[in-house]
């Protein structure tokens, strides 16, 4: 049996009625094979993973897999994220957002999850669109470009997901695109392992909204779009910003160390009880 | 002891075995969480302010997903902000409570006055026709004793339950006696005890209330907010939603007398009963006293259960009753429902103060005298 189908014999729910909802060429597939790869590759029991999610395309994500899974609010899944690792810190949870999800109607949530550094793992699937409800502008449709809502054009600048999350204080981040499967998967692997709030930006694209509505040609066509606009991090320090200027850059954008909520809150514990023998 | 309405409810979850508790800042309710800031790490248990009351409600809801006893509070800004979340609790089954200290309003309101103008919200305020279950206090030891019933009621029935006090009673300390050797009962929730490949988590059982499996117990399974199937995934089939929805109301409708919670005071010979909650019901009995003292045939059924609303306690003072004065903080919220109930059989007066100032006895008494 090839290495594939026995990704997919163990980790697809097969209860579950397919097809999956999404449409075909669509890049929520290719990453949903890198989550699982990751995952695998980590060696997670299915018992101790938690897939939360919110609302839209990528919200349908969880419920085809066999692990504990949660489809929650629009742009609330960090929250019930954050209850469920509070009171289990043993699983593993994972939380996966679209754009709108996680930084338009949950803007909030993804700011102050990063900020308190809770030990999870937040991903992005940035198609720069809202697919389900059918092509209206998200937060990171691009100025100037063309969605059911600003067909006269989007005047509003774009979010920088990623950046975004540095500066909210993430302890990693990294960006990859659903061209770029294998960095990816090694993405995923990085975020999981990573002990404190992780986020993985992947660039996908909406090629029956997003595309069709910009005249950005096919699915493959959008994919050869990232491949050429696409600079890894290590290139770019190299080149001038002029040249960076319309590219996105892909790979680990930072990695670094800080003081993570669940720790700090044991010491609260400990302070606490303490506290509470001395009357 | 002395206690305060809002501390007496944190020492009542602690109690009852809430473990957990998520909240945001806001005025008259803010004692809730400053006491529990301090108590649930003595007990290994867990307190976060996070970043608004949407945010406090999804976290309480993915902790009891976990297994632990959760709780958030709020006032009238911040309940407006749960009701999101609180319909994802009642249509993905998941226990939770939720205090409400009730002040004025609409909006900004009245930050630090009281009022009972959320009746209404904590009945309909989340969208979809769905069951809810809404609890009141009137003394310190009652915002114990509720808090313990909001979380065993809750447990037991899978659905978040609202605990709906006023700032009066939150705010005011009284004498409060807690005896060595009270019995207080405690529900857990009933989990599966069956293999986990034969675990079906949203199966029909005869309460109408399935088993639940916390997450990372072995018993992986979906959640959702959307309409599912019993197996928890999503759905579109009438044949599914139908049986599924009629489940949820079921399991509430048909337990009543387990959910449904009245005092009766001096109502059995009453002529003129008042029917009041919350602060109101302590000038209430008052009034009722003070009618009593002057010859008046004057009785108070207090409700602690707000909804499902007790149509049982109403008719039952009603075999009596002539006239039903309802005072309230709100322009008549809870008279609708008596009158829906009295179909016109005694006569139902209203009372009705909305300026932040708490009806007293001597207006309850000179409404009664109006009618005598």
């Known amino acids: 049996m090839p290495e594939i189908t026995k990704l997919i014999h163990h980790y697809l729910r097969h209860d579950k009625k397919f097809p999956h909802v999404w449409c075909p060429g669509c890049g929520i597939g290719i990453f949903l094979g890198a989550l699982i790869r990751a995952i695998d590759r980590i060696g997670y029991e299915k018992d101790e993973v938690v897939l939360v999610s919110g609302i839209g395309c990528s919200g349908r994500l969880p419920v085809y897999v066999d692990f504990n899974t949660l489809h929650t609010t629009h742009g609330r899944a960090l929250t019930f994220a954050t209850g469920i690792k509070l009171a289990n810190p043993n699983l593993k949870v994972i939380v996966i957002m679209g754009d709108g999800d996680a930084v338009a109607i949950g803007g909030n949530h993804f700011i102050h999850a990063a900020r308190r550094n809770i030990d999870l793992t937040a991903i992005i699937i940035n198609n720069s669109i809202y697919g389900m409800t059918g092509g209206q502008s998200s937060p990171t449709t691009p100025y100037g470009m063309r969605s059911t809502t600003t067909v006269y054009s989007n005047i509003e600048q774009s979010f920088k997901i990623s950046e975004l999350a540095v500066t909210a204080g993430a302890v990693f981040v990294g960006r990859g695109t659903v061209y770029h499967a294998k960095l990816l998967d090694s993405l995923m692997e990085k975020a999981f392992l990573k002990r404190g709030f992780s986020v993985v930006e992947v660039i996908s694209h909406c090629h029956t909204q997003y595309g069709r509505q910009n005249r950005l040609g096919s699915a493959v066509e959008m994919m050869k779009w990232q491949r050429d606009n696409a600079i890894p991090v290590e290139k770019s320090l190299k080149m001038r910003p002029e040249e960076l200027e319309g590219k996105i850059l892909i790979g680990v954008l930072v990695d670094r160390e800080l003081p993570i909520y669940q720790e700090e809150y044991e010491k609260i514990r400990e302070r606490a009880k303490a506290s509470a023998e001395r009357g | ?372």
Request: hydrophobic residues 45%; charged residues 20%.
């Open chain 2, 1 to 372: 002891m002395l206690l305060q309405g809002n501390e007496a409810i944190a020492e009542g979850a602690l109690r009852a075995g809430c473990r957990f508790f998520a909240g945001y800042p806001i005025t008259p309710a803010t004692e809730i969480s400053e006491v529990l800031s301090v108590r649930l790490p003595q007990v290994d248990g867990t307190f976060i302010q996070m970043e608004d009351e949407i945010a406090s409600l999804g976290a309480v809801i993915g902790a009891s997903l976990a297994g632990v006893k959760a709780m958030t509070a709020t006032s009238g800004p911040g309940f407006s902000l749960m009701q999101e979340n609180l319909g994802f609790a009642i249509i993905a089954e998941i226990p939770c409570v939720i205090v409400n200290v009730m002040r004025g309003g609409p909006s900004t309101g009245l930050p630090t006055f009281p009022a009972q103008g959320d009746v209404m919200q904590a009945r309909w305020g989340t969208h979809g026709d769905h069951p809810i279950i809404v609890l009141s206090a009137s003394t310190v030891r009652e915002c114990y004793d509720m808090t313990i019933r909001a979380f065993n009621l809750s447990e037991r029935f899978r659905i978040p339950v609202i605990l709906l006090i006023d700032e009066v009673v939150a705010h005011m300390r009284e004498k409060v006696i807690f005896f060595e050797d009270e019995k207080i009962e405690i529900f857990n929730r009933i989990k599966p005890t069956m293999p986990p490949e034969w675990y079906i988590p949203y199966e029909d059982t005869p309460s109408g209330v399935p088993p639940m499996a916390n997450f990372g117990e072995g018993y992986r399974y979906h959640v959702t907010g959307l309409t599912h199937d019993i197996r928890g995934f999503p759905t579109s089939r009438p044949d599914e939603i139908g049986p599924f929805i009629a489940r949820l109301h079921r399991k509430i409708s048909s337990h009543f007398s387990e959910i449904q919670m009245a005092e009766f005071f001096l109502t059995d010979d009453a002529e003129m009963t008042i029917i009041a909650y919350g602060c109101v019901a302590r000038s209430a009995r008052r009034a009722v006293i003070e009618a009593r003292e002057k010859g008046h045939r004057v009785g108070l059924l207090k409700l602690m259960t707000l909804w499902p609303f007790m149509r049982n306690a109403v008719e039952r003072v009603l075999q009596t009753a002539k006239v039903l004065l309802v005072p309230e903080m709100n322009m008549g919220q809870i008279s609708r429902e008596v009158k829906r109930v009295n179909q016109g059989v005694a006569k139902v007066l209203t009372l009705n103060k909305v300026d932040g100032t708490i009806i007293t006895p001597s207006e309850i008494l000179s409404r009664l005298e109006e009618a005598l």
